[in-house]
């Protein structure tokens, strides 16, 4: 699976938007990008996830690059609760035997 | 929606004896699952790819001795840390991927963890 690089730490003010980007550059065709996030001490809850199309949920949006090699996953609304480990990863679309590899994350702090 | 359970969520133990944690999907059947482990402020680290009804395969410097691996359905996955020292005290995370499907689209879910702690 490729590599990710995220920033070790971000800060967002409540109610403000939080914007975390993830590089990807040797993502390959048949990767997908995924977001999940761990709040201390739980397991890893998923985000959301995309190919090459721009993606949004409940929970985020995920913007893609044109050339997929970076993306940016928004909380249109932080709060308090975002406040978390942020981890980007890329994996096989193929078969679910596919691994996840996780890389450092964005600790996303969400200030008053 | 989709869940994997975990348990136990919590566990000390005595150096020397072994721990078993268990695995399990509710929603829906999983041929594949993962066992990471996580130290303290550090990242998850792929421990091992859990497969039913085959023998699991080892990431490079796990202990397959150490940590027994059995998925004897294709809802149950079972860590077990086999004569456990205070090295081994973690936080271990199960993980499972949902199959295709409209509703689950190739998720992986992740169990809520357990917190060994060896004395």
């Known amino acids: 699976d490729a590599k990710t690089t995220q920033p070790t730490s971000m800060d967002c003010a409540e109610g403000r938007a939080a914007n975390l980007p993830c590089n990807h550059s040797?993502?390959?065709?048949?990767?997908?990008v995924y977001w999940y996030r761990q709040i201390h001490s739980q397991g890893p809850q998923y985000i959301i996830h995309?190919?090459?199309n721009n993606e949004t949920n409940e929970m985020a949006s995920l913007i893609i690059t044109e050339d997929r090699k970076s993306s940016t996953l928004i909380l249109p609304h932080a709060t308090l609760r975002d406040t978390a480990v942020y981890y980007c990863?890329?994996?096989?679309?193929?078969?679910?035997?596919?691994?996840?590899?996780f890389g450092t994350g964005t600790r996303l702090q969400v200030t008053l | 929606g989709a869940v994997v359970s975990q348990h136990p969520s919590r566990v000390i133990c005595k150096s020397g004896t072994s721990v078993k944690i268990e695995c399990r999907s509710l929603?829906?059947?999983?041929?594949?699952m993962f066992w990471y482990r996580q130290f303290p402020k550090k990242s998850l680290m792929l421990m091992a790819t859990?497969?039913?009804?085959?023998?699991?395969?080892?990431e490079q410097g796990v202990e397959k001795d150490k940590f027994l691996i059995n998925h004897a359905s294709l809802t149950l996955s079972t860590l077990t840390v086999t004569s456990a020292h205070p090295e081994d005290s973690s936080f271990y995370i199960c993980?499972?991927?949902?199959?295709?499907?409209?509703?689950?689209?190739?998720?992986?879910?992740f169990g809520s963890g357990t917190q060994l702690s060896v004395l």
């Open positions: 990863i890329v994996r096989s679309r193929t078969g679910t035997a596919s691994k996840l590899t």
């Open positions: 859990s497969n039913e009804g085959s023998k699991a395969t080892y």
């Open positions: 040797t993502i390959s065709g048949n990767e997908y």
């Open positions: 993980s499972a991927t949902s199959p295709p499907s409209a509703e689950y689209n190739e998720k992986l879910f």
């Open positions: 929603d829906f059947q999983a041929t594949t």
């Open positions: 995309g190919l090459k």
